[in-house]
Structures are given as structure tokens and as C-alpha cells.
């Protein structure tokens, strides 16, 4: 499939106006052809007009029907070969191993969501039984489901061109909560993104939906996200991204004459509290996997390792003196974007010339453009709780070791943190009781809490969670990878006395989709 430069509204192929985006590849700095004029506010209407037409009919799907959707949409993207794995490896840099593997996860998204349709239980349907002869006032009949929000907004992300990009987990939830989507593509990967829009494009058109069901679009600058986030049909948002760029659209989102629900993933540092026992047994192990965690991808994953806590001694000295050799066999790694490997240079430098940090291990030099030199770095808890400034996120292979007193140096530490996507507790059994402590605090602060594993690394599942308290995201509540994804983009609605013909057809007594249901308090189905 060849790579035409243009945006898709609805069935069309549409050549932009605005100011143009290019890919550039960053192990080269080379520029990639095509060239994607973007759009304009007029595009981002009628995307979002088509995608409102759309609403109604696509909500209205049988479960299957959408099901079978969400698998089309998976094929056409493994349809795609080796074009969309090589021109996905150009754009970001990463090894076409890697490109793969996300491209399977991407497509493991779309089928999971495909199971849970057909499963039924994102729709929470509760029925209470009218009782007429109540006293001392009759109880009416009571039937309860979850309906989708509306068109959602999507925006792509740097870090995981397929994944969290135009097919990725914001929009596989959305489309299994019968929304459609509009995508604003990321301007990192344009060319992928249309491969990618195109696979959806045939896939929509293959099952027969409406036109609307999704839509993507380029920009240059904040022109056509903003637009999009203001506009009146767009009833959700869904973003991962900086936590610049998340805040300034949850001020968007929270300020149009009818707020929407803006879901951002922004901003996480992923703390690992190396516990003593732990640490005495084997911290030289422990060193090792930190270090391949925190180097992984150039440490380029919202789940990174860059903070790890432990008590100063000899055990937390052997830590760093094993880590640090480990660090010595890093080579630099290409980073995604010229943009980001100058912002990680420029939060590097100055984490290391912050008067309470010391520079423990670097990786290795530098080879090429755009490469991330891995680093290590120190200060004490006391200087940690101090300065908050110590406490931002390095989006790269850089971690910070803190050096605390004692294990209620450890609880000062989690409490003095902001809201986390993950926190990992590294213990034996003779650390239970410690643990126990800090787990209570952790379970305030993070979305997902380890134990005796590494962050980086995010199942496709029933029970997982990707969120946590801002700015991890912009809503603690909601979960961005896993099955539970879908809720950010429903409602519910209750149905009182409706007649039998007009209720809807999950909520009838006779329950023709076969699915479980809460009657009247007890689960039935």
C-alpha cells in the first residue's frame, strides 16, 4: 500500500491546506517523502459532523456486528506486511523487532475489545423488578445500562506509533463502546499513521458502517487539537502525551460551554523501593534488571524506572557500584524524535547540575544524531522531599537514586510524590512487615503496584490498569490499557417503566443476548 500524503474524513481521501508536516527518520536526521499538508478548522468540522451522523447507528450495532468490526480492523493492519513494519522503524527509529511486537500488541488490543463486546459486561445492566404491592409506596420497574458517550477525540502518541497511535487502545475502547473516533495523527509518524487510517478506512467500509465511524487528520501545530477538543460533537478525549500538551487540552476540554471528559496520560517518574531484605540478597540481580528496565528503548516508556529508592549502607553501595558497570556496557540509543532527544539532553543536564545530585554512571558516548546516553544519578531523601524540582520526569534512560536513612525515610519519599502510573516494591518475606506501610501510601499515589517485577512492560488484559492520580493522567479513575479501558467512554442511563417493545433489547426480560445481568441485586445470566 503506498503512503498518498493525505488525511481520511470518512471514506475520503483529502489533501490539506495548512502548514505541512514531514517525517524525519532520527538515526539520519533524513527527511521522509510524503509531505502531509495539514488540515484546517473546517476539516475538524467535518470529521467531527460525519462522526456525530455516524453516532446513532454505529451505538446501535449488535454486539457482534461491532465485534467483527474490531477483528477487521486487526486483519487489515496484519494485511499491511512489512510496509507498515519498515516505514514504522524509519519514522521512530526503533528496530523493526520492536515495531513488531507492537505492532501484535496493537492488534491483541483490537481482539481483546472484540472479546469483551461479545462478553457484555462493560454494559453493567441491572434490572429492578417493579413491586406494586410495596408499602407503604410501590417500587417502579428499574432497568439500567451503559451507553457510549459519543465521537472521541484521539490523539496519537511518540512513543508507541501503533500501540497508543490511530489503531492503539484509545481507540479500540472507543470503537468497542460504539463511538467513533477522529485521530489526530502525531506528526513523528504521519506516514504510519496513514497506513494505519487506511487499514480502519477498509475496515469500516468492509463492515458496513457509516462513513463517520472514524476519520484522521495531520497538523503541524495546536491549531487542528484544539479544534478538535473544542468542538461540540466531540464528546470525550482520549491523549498520551507531555504533560504540557495534556493540561493545556484539560483546559480546553473543562472550559467549552459543555465539558467533556478529558482523558490525558502525561507524566509519571515510576518510583522502586529497593527494600532491605531484598537489597541484602540480591541487589546485584536487582541491579542488573533496573538497568535493563531503565535502558530499554531508550528509556522512551511512560513506565521507565526513574526513580529508585534505597537505604544507604553497604548493600545500596554494592547496588550502584553493579549498576554502574551494567551502565558501562549501554550503548547510546536513537531516540524517537530530534525534539525529544533535545529535550532529554537539556532535563539531563540539568538534573546534573543540580547542587544536590551527584552523577553516579553514564552509558556509553554518543555515536550518531538523536542518541540517548543512559545516566544514573544521586541525592539524598532529605534533598528529594526539599526540592520538587527533583521529582520531574527525565523522559529518557536517566534514573535517580535516593539514599534514605531508614525504611520511614521510604514512607516520607512515597508521600512527598505525585500520582504515579506505576510503583514497585522490590522484598523478601523479612520485609512484609515494612512493606506493609508503604503499600498503604503507594496505593495513593499509583495506578499499577508491582512487586518484585520492573515497570516497563504493560499486559493487554481483563485486570490491568495504565492511570493513576494526576499527572500520571488526568483522571485517577480511568485506566488506558485493559479491558476496563472501555468505561472512560460510557454513561449510564436509566430506563423507569418503559414498555416491554420499547426497552432496549439487552435490558428484556426475556435477555435475547444471553448476557449477565444484576436482577434485583443477585447476578443472573
Known amino acids: 500500500m503506498s503512503i498518498l500524503g493525505q488525511m481520511l474524513i470518512g471514506s475520503r481521501h483529502k489533501t490539506g491546506t495548512s502548514k505541512p508536516i514531514q517525517a524525519v527518520n532520527p538515526r539520519t536526521?533524513?527527511?521522509?517523502?510524503?509531505?502531509?499538508?495539514?488540515?484546517?478548522?473546517?476539516?475538524?468540522?467535518?470529521?467531527?459532523?460525519?462522526?456525530?451522523?455516524?453516532?446513532?447507528?454505529?451505538?446501535?450495532?449488535?454486539?457482534?456486528?461491532?465485534?467483527?468490526?474490531?477483528?477487521?480492523?486487526?486483519?487489515?493492519?496484519?494485511?499491511?506486511?512489512?510496509?507498515?513494519?519498515?516505514?514504522?522503524?524509519?519514522?521512530?527509529?526503533?528496530?523493526?523487532?520492536?515495531?513488531?511486537?507492537?505492532?501484535?500488541r496493537t492488534v491483541a488490543q483490537l481482539r481483546l475489545f472484540a472479546?469483551?463486546?461479545?462478553?457484555?459486561?462493560?454494559?453493567?445492566?441491572?434490572?429492578?423488578?417493579?413491586?406494586?404491592?410495596?408499602?407503604?409506596?410501590?417500587?417502579?420497574?428499574?432497568?439500567?445500562?451503559?451507553?457510549p458517550l459519543g465521537p472521541v477525540a484521539v490523539f496519537g502518541a511518540s512513543n508507541f506509533p501503533l500501540a497508543f497511535s490511530v489503531a492503539g487502545g484509545d481507540t479500540a475502547s472507543a470503537f468497542a463502546a460504539g463511538c467513533p473516533v477522529v485521530v489526530k495523527a502525531h506528526s513523528a509518524h504521519p506516514g504510519t499513521s496513514a497506513l494505519v487510517g487506511r487499514a480502519i478506512q477498509k475496515a469500516v467500509a468492509a463492515s458496513e458502517l457509516p462513513e463517520g465511524v472514524f476519520s484522521l487528520l495531520f497538523g503541524s501545530g495546536n491549531e487542528v487539537g484544539a479544534e478538535l477538543v473544542k468542538h461540540p460533537l466531540i464528546k470525550a478525549v482520549g491523549f498520551t502525551g507531555s504533560r504540557s500538551g495534556g493540561t493545556a487540552?484539560?483546559?480546553?476540554?473543562?472550559?467549552?460551554?459543555?465539558?467533556?471528559?478529558?482523558?490525558a496520560e502525561m507524566s509519571s517518574i515510576n518510583p522502586v523501593f529497593l527494600m532491605p531484605g531484598a537489597l541484602a540478597a540480591r541487589g546485584d540481580s536487582m541491579a542488573r534488571n533496573l538497568v535493563g528496565s531503565l535502558t530499554m528503548g531508550a528509556g522512551?516508556?511512560?513506565?521507565?524506572?526513574?526513580?529508585?529508592?534505597?537505604?544507604?549502607?553497604?548493600?545500596?553501595?554494592?547496588?550502584?557500584?553493579?549498576?554502574?558497570?551494567?551502565?558501562?556496557?549501554?550503548?547510546?540509543?536513537?531516540?524517537?524524535?530530534?525534539?525529544?532527544?533535545?529535550?532529554?539532553?537539556?532535563?539531563?543536564?540539568a538534573l546534573q547540575g543540580h547542587p544536590a545530585t551527584q552523577t553516579l554512571a553514564l552509558g556509553q558516548t554518543e555515536l550518531g544524531p538523536n542518541q540517548c546516553r543512559a545516566a544514573v544519578l544521586n541525592a539524598s531523601a532529605q534533598s528529594f522531599i526539599n526540592d520538587h524540582t527533583l521529582r520531574d520526569e527525565v523522559f529518557g534512560a536517566a534514573a535517580l537514586v535516593v539514599s534514605c536513612r531508614d525504611v520511614q525515610d521510604f514512607v516520607r519519599v512515597a508521600e512527598s510524590?505525585?500520582?504515579?502510573?506505576?510503583?514497585?516494591?522490590?522484598?523478601?518475606?523479612?520485609?512484609?512487615?515494612?512493606?506493609?506501610?508503604?503499600?498503604?501510601?503507594?496505593?495513593?499515589?499509583?495506578?499499577?503496584?508491582l512487586c518484585n517485577g520492573y515497570p516497563t512492560g504493560v499486559e493487554v488484559s481483563h485486570a490491568m490498569v495504565h492511570g493513576g492520580p494526576f499527572p500520571a493522567t488526568s483522571d485517577g479513575r480511568s485506566?488506558?490499557?485493559?479491558?476496563?479501558?472501555?468505561?472512560?467512554?460510557?454513561?449510564?442511563?436509566?430506563?423507569?417503566?418503559l414498555p416491554g417493545e420499547l426497552v432496549p433489547e439487552a435490558l428484556r426480560s426475556e435477555n435475547p443476548l444471553g448476557f449477565r445481568r444484576l436482577i434485583n441485586g443477585r447476578v443472573d445470566g
Open 249 to 263: 487540552l484539560m483546559e480546553i476540554a473543562a472550559n467549552r460551554p459543555e465539558p467533556i471528559p478529558m482523558y
Open 417 to 449: 510524590l505525585e500520582g504515579q502510573l506505576t510503583a514497585t516494591l522490590q522484598l523478601d518475606r523479612s520485609d512484609y512487615a515494612q512493606a506493609s506501610r508503604l503499600l498503604t501510601v503507594l496505593e495513593r499515589k499509583a495506578g499499577r503496584i
Open 115 to 147: 472479546e469483551v463486546v461479545r462478553a457484555g459486561d462493560y454494559l453493567d445492566l441491572r434490572i429492578d423488578q417493579a413491586l406494586p404491592e410495596r408499602q407503604p409506596l410501590p417500587r417502579p420497574d428499574l432497568r439500567y445500562r451503559m451507553i
Open 479 to 497: 485506566t488506558s490499557v485493559g479491558a476496563a479501558a472501555i468505561n472512560r467512554f460510557l454513561r449510564p442511563v436509566c430506563y423507569q417503566d
Open 29 to 104: 536526521n533524513e527527511r521522509l517523502e510524503p509531505t502531509f499538508a495539514g488540515g484546517t478548522a473546517a476539516d475538524v468540522a467535518e470529521a467531527a459532523q460525519l462522526a456525530w451522523a455516524a453516532f446513532d447507528t454505529f451505538r446501535n450495532t449488535a454486539p457482534e456486528k461491532r465485534a467483527r468490526f474490531l477483528e477487521s480492523c486487526a486483519e487489515q493492519i496484519l494485511a499491511l506486511g512489512e510496509t507498515l513494519i519498515k516505514r514504522a522503524s524509519l519514522e521512530s527509529g526503533l528496530p523493526l523487532v520492536r515495531i513488531e511486537g507492537e505492532r501484535n
Open 300 to 349: 522512551q516508556f511512560c513506565t521507565n524506572p526513574g526513580l529508585i529508592v534505597g537505604i544507604e549502607g553497604p548493600d545500596l553501595d554494592s547496588f550502584i557500584q553493579v549498576a554502574a558497570q551494567a551502565l558501562d556496557g549501554i550503548a547510546a540509543q536513537t531516540m524517537l524524535t530530534p525534539g525529544i532527544y533535545a529535550a532529554y539532553t537539556q532535563s539531563l543536564m
